[in-house]
């Protein structure tokens, strides 16, 4: 009797594990999809990061141009002030 018992039960416990088996592998496939996700976010970050480096240079460069000009502009503009006070002490001594 109890053989047949043990009997009655091997396709149940067959049935279980071939449920887990698929489980199993399902996970794994979940598991290496995730993995994957993981390596194109990676690359994605640091692709990310060199644009940021990039954009933070070029962000300094045209800060720097700026100054440059407003520099050049603000000594042209002493320039002829210069020229001015040198006319109007020149009208003052003649």
């Known amino acids: 009797m109890e053989e ?9 416990i067959q049935a279980k594990a071939c449920q887990w ?3 199993c592998q399902e996970i794994q496939t979940q598991n ?9 976010s990676q690359k994605e ?3 990310l990061k060199a644009k940021v480096a990039e954009l933070g ?5 045209h800060r720097s141009r700026n100054s440059t000009i ?4 603000s000594l042209n503009k002493i320039e002829e002030m210069k020229g001015k006070i040198e006319g109007l002490e020149s ?4």
């Open 57 to 61: 240079q070029l962000l300094h460069l």
């Open 21 to 23: 088996e698929r489980k």
């Open 45 to 47: 970050k640091y692709g």
């Open 4 to 12: 047949y018992t043990t009997l009655l039960h091997y396709p149940k």
């Open 70 to 73: 407003e520099l050049k502009s």
């Open 91 to 94: 009208t003052l001594q003649n």
């Open 32 to 40: 290496h999809a995730l993995e994957r996700r993981l390596v194109e």
